[in-house]
């Protein structure tokens, strides 16, 4: 599915795939939350991890049933080479990596930073993030941003997809155990405003739905090394994605030519 504007909106996809996300995260989540209530937390009872996981990727999961269903992909094998369409340029990679990189550098100048993990650890942290949170992106930036680009053009299509994107993450707010838990759900939302516009800037310029999702496990990756205060600080998260949102509108506009190729 090329982000062209001039394909047509396809509702029955687009509203599909929305309704049937957050119809697979609300019972996957809906669990976690109920049995936290109930003292049943992902640190006491390892089993509710999985559907933990299942909330985390139900963007991909109904991306693969509605477009099979629509007839975009024709099976399983089809719709992981047009997740994982890993051949691309050497500036579409640099691209990916270098946005990571801006955001972390960023949010730690503006709320400061403490280190974790030893950096070494990052290829293999990387590896694991692309399926513990990237696989979003099988749904967000396959299905969600391309489409609204069809009809909206890129700053709508971004800012919609953030908020859409910022709400199916709500449930995580209330889970015990999870990372999000009893933090600052609002200061989470204006980051999540950055990282929509980086990761369409991302798709629109280079086509592709496996550099969205390395992208997005870089950024969850990078965290784990440079611990920033990613949920308490208002002008960290407001300057940070002001920065990131008007680089990705530039480099959107005036790089089209040079990414078009790839």
């Not at 477009?67 to 890993?86: Q, R």
């Not at 310029?205 to 550099?211: K, N």
């Not at 784990?224 to 480099?251: E, K």
Request: hydrophobic share 50%; proline share 4%.
């Amino acid at each position: 599915m090329e982000n062209n504007k001039e394909e047509l909106f396809n509702g029955k996809v687009f509203f599909g795939h929305l309704i049937l996300t957050f119809v697979i995260m609300g019972i996957c989540w809906g669990i976690c939350i109920i049995t936290g209530i109930n003292g049943m937390t992902l640190n006491d009872c390892p089993w509710l991890y999985i559907p933990w996981f299942a909330g985390g990727i139900s963007p991909a999961i109904a991306s693969y049933i509605l477009l099979k269903k629509n007839g975009e992909v024709t099976g399983f094998k089809d719709w992981i080479k047009h997740v994982f369409d890993f051949k691309h340029s050497v500036q579409a990679y640099i691209l990916t990596i270098l946005f990571p990189i801006l955001h972390t550098i960023l949010m730690c100048l503006l709320s400061g930073y403490r280190k974790g993990l030893p950096i070494y650890w990052l290829p293999l942290m990387i590896l694991a993030m692309i399926f513990a949170g990237g696989l979003e992106e099988a749904g967000w930036r396959y299905i969600t941003f391309p489409e609204l680009n069809k009809k909206l053009g890129f700053l709508l299509s971004a800012l919609i997809t953030a908020v859409i994107w910022w709400l199916w993450h709500l449930p995580l707010f209330f889970i015990p155990g999870a990372s999000q838990y009893q933090k600052n759900f609002f200061v989470f939302g204006i980051m999540v405003l950055g990282l929509s516009f980086m990761m369409g800037a991302i798709r629109s310029l280079t086509g592709s739905v496996w550099l969205c999702v390395l992208c997005h496990g870089i950024v969850n990756s990078i965290g784990n090394f440079y611990h920033y205060d990613m949920y308490g600080s208002y002008p960290a998260a407001g300057i940070t994605a002001a920065v990131i949102i008007l680089v990705s509108c530039a480099i959107s506009s005036c790089l089209k030519k040079f990414f078009k190729n790839f």
